[in-house]
């Protein structure tokens, strides 16, 4: 089954300095969402970008995504001590179960 | 409204004993999700829940089990517990199918000695 893979697995930026993130999956979708998740608490929805979108913002995130390299980025500028989360990927796939495959992760710390 | 409930938030059982677990999406949601996140595999899909009827399993064992009741309030159970089922375990909702945005509780942590 498909997966998101997100990378780097971790990531430590000063405050205000922007942090980038990647995912990238391995079979077609139809769209890719992104996800955060504060210290062992539940998910919440960031934005969600469709096939035929190439970027999206919301607020301080940019979200961009390349079927071609089936690949996406997630962008957060001007990062915050509230940034610090895990944040996920996750892919419906194209003819695929009708359900979200979650990559592994993405650890931001982000130093006041 | 108010968002995805999950009780309770935390539980020690010990092993073979058994669990439920319960989640209210959020008003007007027909789908229910539940996921168990680990350390080690991540967030694993283990079944949703549509109009009362399960819709997509993931790859778990018989002993997971769920049901969705009339007003879409969803409930979980493991049997035999066991020690790797030591995980926290998410629930989520959405409008639809479970492909759409979901929106999830704040988990139900439980650690099995």
């Known amino acids: 089954s498909q997966q998101g893979e997100e990378d780097p697995q971790a990531l430590s930026i000063q405050e205000g300095e922007n942090a980038t993130m990647n995912c990238s999956y391995k079979t077609s979708i139809n769209n890719l969402q992104w996800y955060r998740q504060n210290s062992g608490r539940g998910l919440v929805h960031l934005i969600l970008i469709r096939s035929n979108e190439r970027e999206k913002h919301s607020g301080r995130l940019r979200v961009t995504l390349d079927t071609s390299k089936k690949s996406s980025s997630l962008l957060i500028t001007a990062s915050r001590a509230a940034d610090t989360a895990s944040y996920f990927c996750a892919t419906d796939a194209v003819g695929g179960n009708n359900r979200l495959a979650f990559g592994k992760g993405n650890q931001v710390v982000v130093i006041p | 409204k108010a968002g995805v409930t999950q009780t309770p938030r935390y539980l020690i059982k010990t092993r073979g004993q058994q669990v439920t677990l319960s989640c209210s999406p959020i008003?007007?949601?027909?789908?229910v999700s539940w996921y168990q996140q680990t350390p080690g595999q991540g967030l694993q899909f283990l079944f949703e829940?549509?109009?009362?009827?399960?819709?997509n399993k993931g790859n778990f064992p018989g002993r997971f089990s769920g049901r969705q009741f009339s007003n879409s309030r969803s409930e979980m159970n493991v049997s035999t517990l066991e020690l790797g089922d030591s995980a926290l375990y998410l629930c989520?909702?959405?409008?639809?199918?479970?492909?759409?945005?979901?929106?999830f509780g704040p988990g139900t942590r439980l650690l099995v000695l």
């Open positions: 008003s007007g949601h027909r789908s």
């Open positions: 829940y549509f109009s009362e009827t399960q819709r």
């Open positions: 989520a909702s959405s409008q639809g199918q479970g492909r759409e945005t979901q929106y």
